[in-house]
């Protein structure tokens, strides 16, 4: 039988804590949303400041990594280059800013941030991700 790593609630919170304070250090409000590899919501923070929206979507580029174990700026550029049929890909939101957790080369998750640039989301998210591995 095999085994795997698994993400803790105490995961969780290293992850957020290093993702908020980068944000914070960038004075960029988002919403945060950690989830496991099933794409069920584990961790979630909405900044002041923003937007019921960005919640929605952080949870879903979130679940798009965790789903998908790529980026979902990956899925972005697919799109972008014409496959616009990858719109249709059920559990993927095609916007920059969520990351896969990757340990032991086992995605164990996701991370996804909304509410700056996609660029900076995927940064914050990055930034909570290199806290953990």
Known sequence: MK???ELTLEDCLKIHAAAE???RRNNWNVAIAILDDGGHLLHFARMDGATPANAGIAIEKGRTAAFSRR???KWEEIVKSG????MKMPGILP???GMPIVVEGTCIGGVGVSGV???QDEQIAQ???DALT
């Open 21 to 23: 304070a980068e944000a």
């Open 83 to 86: 496959r616009t049929s990858m």
């Open 95 to 97: 916007v920059q800013g």
């Open 127 to 129: 930034a909570g991700i």
């Open 71 to 73: 980026s979902s700026g």
């Open 117 to 119: 640039q996609s660029a």
């Open 3 to 5: 085994t795997r790593p």
